[in-house]
């Protein structure tokens, strides 16, 4: 069968790969020259498969005042007259209860332990390089009560399989030492010694190049889609400007683009963007025996901390602002001071203002609960693959698997029944 992936980050490379193994033609289409020049570019390269809980939580309630007036809260809400908007914080609302967080965190691990599956295949099958590391991951906490109400949360994942453990400050410091220069004061945090890291766009370009080899496969890059032909309930074909793309099945994992591609399909999906921001910090030959190998999480200030070779991603805030991609100085600012304070010895006086060091926003294709949206779309030959909002690069490569499975009509690998689509 003749499949085209519309979309070419991590979600979309990958569903081309697997879909490729299992014996389909595949086209993979992207609006941008370069593959994984989205949401995959400049993530927070983490690969968190113990750290999944979802951005839906019963504290949204206490904390919704602070996330609408405080110019220091990591997550910015700009409330505006867009539907869309409106409809899925109302959704995310619902969506913050005990019993939904526990249910969704649950179907989320056992897709990220999946996916960890999947990218060990991958990798034994094709070994290129994308500076991936088993680093392990300190979650740090400033707030002493924050740390002992972490506990049942890492009591409750352990039941679901996750190896983790609380650790005081002391201990913070001897499993990564690069810590001990850091002008914060730490209560403690939760060490995961199985997480890893990755270059998520360098893993992709690296997994497209490969593919290129098949003689399968073919990339369209550059080609962003204007029109979308759907009769009876059938996707018949998508235009990119005056070319005409045809194929018996496509797969949508446009990331946040998906909303309006769905529409011109006659059908809406619970996706909004997620605006988030990254610097990429060179870590010359000077400092680097100073910067951290671990990989971080500054849970007050929504901060991760990524070692990659000889550079450093540092990533956060969220934002609900729309589709505006500006980059404000004060989000690359917030980074910089966070990175100084945090890593001082990484940080030279040249660079301090942090403009050298990449600055990148990007949109996380989110859903109100968390979960992904895998498998059919009320059009016949259209599946959906989307909604993974951080967690992209996580859960990628099983999200991917099962998505094959399912259009090749075989039994999945885990229970899908909280992926389907639901609309």
Not at 22 to 28: K, M, P
Not at 210 to 228: A, D, T
Request: glycine letters at 8%; proline letters at 7%; one cysteine or more.
């Amino acid at each position: 069968m003749h499949i085209c992936v519309l979309g070419a980050g991590v979600i979309g490379t990958t569903s081309a790969y697997q879909l490729l193994e299992a014996g389909h033609q595949v086209t993979l289409l992207d609006a941008k020259p370069v593959p994984a020049s989205g949401a995959s570019l400049g993530n927070g390269a983490q690969l968190s498969y113990s750290y999944v809980a979802p951005l839906a939580d019963p504290s949204v309630w206490s904390k919704w005042p602070y996330y609408l007036a405080s110019p220091n809260s990591p997550l910015t809400l700009r409330p505006w007259t867009d539907s869309a908007q409106w409809g899925w914080l109302l959704q995310f609302l619902a969506a913050c209860t005990p019993g939904k967080v526990r249910s969704t965190t649950i179907e989320l691990l056992r897709l990220a332990f999946f996916s960890r599956e999947q990218l060990a295949r991958l990798r034994g099958t094709m070994p290129f390089d994308f500076l991936h590391r088993t680093a392990g991951k300190l979650v740090m906490f400033s707030d002493a009560n924050a740390l002992q109400l972490a506990k049942k949360q890492i009591d409750f994942q352990a039941e679901h399989g996750c190896e983790q453990e609380i650790v005081d400050a002391g201990r913070c410091l001897g499993i990564e030492p690069a810590l001990v220069a850091s002008g914060r004061k730490w209560a403690g945090g939760v060490y995961t010694p199985s997480e890893e890291v990755g270059d998520c766009a360098l893993f992709c370009q690296r997994l497209l190049a490969s593919m290129k080899n098949h003689p399968g496969f073919e990339f369209l890059p550059s080609m962003p889609i204007s029109r979308v032909e759907v009769k009876n309930r059938v996707l018949r074909s998508v235009w990119a400007g005056s070319d005409n793309i045809q194929a018996d099945a496509f797969v949508l994992a446009m990331g946040a683009e998906s909303a309006a591609f769905a529409s011109k399909a006659g059908f809406s999906v619970p996706i909004y963007p997620l605006k988030g921001y990254s610097i990429t910090v060179p870590l010359g030959e000077a400092v680097l025996a100073v910067a951290p190998q671990v990989s971080i999480t500054d849970l007050s200030r929504k901060i991760v901390y990524a070692r990659l070779g000889d550079r450093m991603r540092v990533a956060g805030r969220v934002e609900l602002v729309g589709m505006n991609p500006d980059i404000p100085k004060r989000a690359i600012d917030e980074l910089t001071r966070a990175v100084a304070e945090t890593f001082p010895g990484c940080v030279s006086p040249s660079a301090a203002d942090g403009s050298a060091w990449s600055p990148w926003a990007g949109f996380r294709p989110a859903t109100p609960t968390g979960l992904p949206i895998i498998g059919p779309s009320p059009v016949e030959n259209l599946y959906l693959n989307v909604g993974h909002g951080s967690l992209g690069w996580t859960l990628a490569c099983g999200s991917a698997a099962l998505l094959a499975q399912q259009i090749d009509g075989k039994a999945t690998a885990i229970d899908t029944a909280a992926f389907r689509f639901n609309g």
